[in-house]
């Protein structure tokens, strides 16, 4: 923040140069950060800076722009798919040019936004990100080797592919035994992927007992992502009658969060506060209002392109309408999920599910 301040404070009294670009894409995305919360000025700010960096032709300065405009602020107000897209351009302008830490940052938000927020399948995926990992190496990338990794894991979790690269929670890069940042961000998010991978597969008391080690950090889109998924182990948990009370009011608190956030962007955050408060009605037995709100989430999801969600609110649904005795609908739903699944290429997931599905069918 005092660096771009300063920057900031030198453009106003010397003019405009392509540099003074970087300047205030870092002050959007200071203004988009949990102490401020200005997201239409951060804004501003950071499409001033692509201006200036377009206006002076500033091609080298493209990656490190782009890394910070598209990778931190514009994901609260832009279609995230316009993100992704300007983020594969200017990761191949960062490499080309020869700044490669910039274009590492953008493969890292580009990896994890797709995973997170994109409409494409993780077969599609999972080839991408073997090619950015051959890249990542060549390049010796180390700062991005935690979180990529983490996320590549978890990809592969799903489409069936497992390969011996894990990463340790203090950043290192297990394989190769090379070591990243290991900061505190870094190891909130190597929790989190392994939280969010045990709760897909139903192992709801490792989700709960890796969110406990991570903490929420509020200053980018993943924070919505964090406090999603812990949300929802939450209330796994609770229905689960584990800590019931505890959880349930946890749950609560990331609910009420998320529905701060979802005022900010509804594009990106509706159907994930709908789903939460499903889960939620369902803790409180109230069948009528959990079911219309699955429903809700699950249809904002298949607008919007997004199989994952619309996969897990599926299953959600599913599980919720076993618990108040509703077995035929709970199977429609269920074969809905399933077929999401497949359609994101989380193979994995959805052999468990229609194994659990046939032993349904079978009493």
Aim: include cysteine; charge should be neutral; hydrophobic fraction near 40%.
């Amino acid at each position: 923040p005092l660096l771009a301040g300063r920057m900031i404070r030198i453009t106003l009294e010397h003019g405009l140069t392509g540099v003074s670009s970087t300047a205030f894409a870092l002050y959007g995305a200071m203004l988009c950060g949990s102490l401020f919360r200005e997201f239409d000025e951060g804004n501003r700010y950071a499409h001033l800076a692509v201006s200036i960096m377009e206006k002076f032709k500033q091609t080298q300065l493209s990656a490190k722009v782009a890394s910070v405009a598209y990778g931190f602020v514009f994901p609260w107000r832009q279609p995230m798919q316009k993100c992704l897209e300007s983020l594969t351009s200017a990761m191949q302008d960062g490499f080309n040019t020869g700044d490669i830490d910039s274009a590492a940052i953008c493969v890292a938000r580009y990896s994890m936004y797709t995973f997170h927020f994109g409409t494409k399948g993780l077969v599609e995926l999972e080839k991408e990100m073997r090619t950015m990992k051959e890249t990542l190496v060549t390049y010796k990338q180390e700062q991005i080797f935690p979180i990529f990794f983490a996320l590549f894991q978890m990809v592969l979790k799903f489409t069936g592919n497992p390969e011996n690269d894990t990463i340790s929670v203090d950043g290192t890069h297990e394989a190769s035994g090379e070591v990243g940042l290991g900061n505190s961000v870094t190891r909130a998010y190597i929790w989190l992927s392994r939280a969010l991978t045990s709760y897909y597969f139903n192992d709801y008391e490792t989700a709960g007992s890796m969110c406990a080690k991570g903490v929420v950090h509020e200053s980018s889109t993943t924070t919505a992502e964090q406090l999603f998924y812990e949300g929802l182990i939450y209330a796994a948990l609770a229905q689960m009658d584990i800590m019931k009370k505890q959880n349930f009011r946890k749950a609560c608190t990331c609910l009420k969060k998320l529905k701060k956030l979802n005022s900010y962007c509804p594009e990106m955050f509706t159907a994930k506060k709908e789903l939460l408060a499903a889960e939620i009605e369902t803790i409180k037995g109230n069948a009528e209002s959990a079911m219309l709100k699955f429903q809700v989430a699950i249809g904002i999801s298949m607008y919007d392109g997004l199989y994952h969600e619309q996969a897990l609110a599926s299953e959600r649904m599913f599980l919720a309408a076993l618990k108040f005795g509703y077995k035929s609908k709970a199977l429609i739903f269920a074969d809905r999920s399933i077929s999401a699944y497949k359609e994101w290429g989380a193979h994995t997931k959805a052999r468990q599910l229609e194994g659990i599905v046939a032993s349904l069918r079978a009493e």
